[in-house]
């Protein structure tokens, strides 16, 4: 299985901050990574596919890049709407593997 | 738009076949992907596995011996099936659609529904 790891796991940061997390694979998935938001209670949503397309409706604030193992979702300005936990997920191959979550807490 | 619901029994016996309905509307389950993702109480994700009204599925090794999926084309309903379950099976299972066999993503998932085992 291909192991996804987040860092880091929990950021406090700032409305208006600029937060940066990375995900890295434990061998190259091209760019076949996702990302997903996940607030408490609801289910995960996609924001970023392919390692750095926005998905329909999403904020231009999140990007995401990378390719090969090392990847990043960005946001540009935080919103208070964007403390969540974030999801980063390789669908390169089977079984699709998630990483640990990244929890983004207000500072 | 399209809309995907889960449905289960709640509480299930250790041993015993926990089953969950996933219920899609506004889109035929033939024109796309389907998989199972499950996330145990402040825990991560974990996925299943995937299928395809064709009859297609893969599934998640971990979990291979125990998983079968299906649908039904007539109602729009998705099936998963997870025997001899264990507390460790303990979890919120959703359903979520791909628009591809590989190299996709999920979008969207279905609000979830929690399965608890326990005697």
């Known amino acids: 299985d291909i192991q996804m790891t987040q860092s880091p796991s929990s950021l406090s940061a700032s409305v208006g901050d600029r937060v940066t997390i990375t995900c890295r694979a434990s061998q190259s998935i091209n760019n076949y990574l996702n990302w997903y938001q996940q607030k408490p209670g609801k289910a995960p949503k996609l924001l970023i596919y392919a390692a750095s397309n926005l998905q329909s409706g999403v904020p231009s604030r999140f990007s995401g890049s990378g390719s090969g193992t090392d990847f990043t979702l960005t946001i540009s300005s935080l919103q208070p709407e964007d403390f969540a936990t974030y999801y980063c997920q390789q669908s390169y191959s089977s079984p699709h593997t998630f990483g640990q979550g990244t929890k983004l807490e207000i500072k | ?119």
């Open chain 2, 1 to 119: 738009q399209v809309q995907l619901q889960e449905s289960g029994p709640g509480l299930v016996k250790p041993s015993e076949t926990l089953s969950v309905t996933c219920t899609v509307s506004g889109d035929s389950i033939s024109s796309y992907y389907w998989n199972w993702i499950r996330q145990p109480a402040g825990k991560g994700l974990e996925w299943i596995g995937r299928m395809y009204t064709s009859g297609s599925t893969n599934y998640n090794p971990s979990l291979k011996s125990r998983v079968t999926m299906s649908g039904d084309t007539s109602k729009n309903q998705l099936f998963l099936k997870l025997s001899s379950v264990t507390a460790a099976d303990t979890a919120v299972y959703y359903c979520a659609r791909a628009p591809e066999w590989s190299g996709a993503w999920f979008d969207p998932w279905g609000q979830g529904t929690l399965v608890t085992v326990s005697s």
